[in-house]
């Protein structure tokens, strides 16, 4: 610790505690991470220093300091061989200015490489060529300066190597060598691979495991792993798609691998207002995951991504919450629940006087779970019904033995109960959409439909690896017993279907977790409203058998994407569980679908 900070340091051990609601002055949070060996960090772009207030607040209360963008290849490299690091300057020199330690991020990361290398047919050497020059003039320009360093960013998708450009120039071996190149060009600087959705343990987090061991294994100078932690309010309960014992199983295998953990871009989001509940709720998050960092020998660093809500890369998104407050300061700067949540935790740990009272405490990580709902009895209101009535965003009653052709016609859908799913998460006002679905079984396939309007189809324009940023309809199954699963396993899918389908491609266009698994077959037509999705998969594949007994039950959910002009400006949702669009991470937030057998 330097002297002047020891200084301050000591004096504050000397204050008495105050009262919590003055509580920014009590302790230095920067100085009770150091107490607990703990690096606490935060993002920014250089213009937020501008701001004084700002940049008072990230040196009185931080010791870490991570270019939110600065540092990425398509800012220092936008055009080819012309290096401009002034931005990036401004955030290493203003951190040493004040003993912040610089993180570097991030050498390679598929959205940012600039549009120049985009789309070049490279050989393999050329390839090698660029990335070499590029890692070499970076890390080496910051030699002995920066300390630490995310080398790749986001190389896993779902639970396979991504395809970025490096992969399809370079073959599997891009990774390792990314390494080399930072290693050689600062022997002494820590290399970091970074990724996000995998902090818990799911599909992603082995391929991550399986990528670093690998690396480890193949004596790749690789020093650690970053988990991301961008997450929802609600993730970390035990119920939630993060459970801590997750966490903290997964952090324990990759340091058992020699490799150090950073939590290296925390921030917690949702979609509802913010009230006191999301606050409290979302404090429990950040305290829970600190915690299990403390708890653990490897993990060093607690970086959260940006300081205020009022630049929050989640607020700029086209599907953001414009008014979420995500981090640890508010729009204007006040400290949040999450604040003391933390401060509070890194007091205790260091032997200090609490923060917030014990009471506080418990009210803060007690929140009840969300009362259970009942679920009526079945009920059938038009006799001709296959099926009784579904109850809305909790369950569809799905007729079996119904013949169905994928055809693109819906006369055979006719007495198959139908559910209008019409309030959105979020939508453009001037580009409102809705859909209609339904589902029936005959005794091979399960089949689905989906009616949507929807007034300009946006489709083809993203990779695959974006499919849900434009227009399709999702469908999700958990075929398991275990219908309270809260991460995806074999049998539990996510289906989402492209309105691309549209255009008859020989294999269909589909995402979404495991969605392979699910040998799907679609027929997909423009319809004067919109369009229409029909869709079948098999009864009986690799991973599951499903038998449509009468009464027999399935997880089941059903999602609408929507893009009006580019990436996806509207979700809707069918059940009643998912409020925050976590449907893709957490299948325990899914309806149920119950069989009907209208014979028996
Ligand atoms: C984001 C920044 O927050 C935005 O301001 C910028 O426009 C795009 O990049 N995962 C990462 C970060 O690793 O680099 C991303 O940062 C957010 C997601």
Redesign the pocket.
Known sequence: MPVKRLLVFCVLLLLPTLQTSAQTADYSLRDLATANDLYIGTAA?AYHLDDETHQRIVYDFFNMLTP??EAKFCVVQNREAVFDFRAMDRIVNFAESLDLVPRG??LL?HQCEGAWLTGQDLSRDQAIDFMRDHIYTVVGRYKGRIAMWDVV??AIDGSRRRQTQWQQWIGDDWIDLAFQFAHEADPDALLFY?D?GAEGLNAKSDAVYELVSGMVERGVPIHGVGL?M?ITAGATRDTGSLPPEALAANMQRLGELGLDIHIT?MDVNYRSDTTDTILQRQAADYRRVLEVCLDSEYCKAFIT?GVTGRYS?LRGRDDGNPNVEPLLFDNDYSPQPAYFAILDLLARRAGFEPVLSDAEVTRMMGEPPPPQIVIPPPSMSDPDQLAPDPVPGLVYYAPTNVTITLDGETDDWANVPRVSVDEALYMPDDAPTAFDFAVAADNTHLYFLAEVRDGSIVQGLHPTSDWWQEDGVEFYLNTTSNLEANAYAPGIVQIGILAANITGPETPLIGGGNSADAQVEVVAIETEEGYLIEAAVPLETDVWNIEPDHEGVLGFQAHLNSASVQDRDAKMIWSLHDTEDQSYANPSLFGQLIFWDVTS
């Open positions: 772009w939110e963008h991020h991030t990361w960013n986001e970074n996000y991301q961008h871009e991504w890369w």
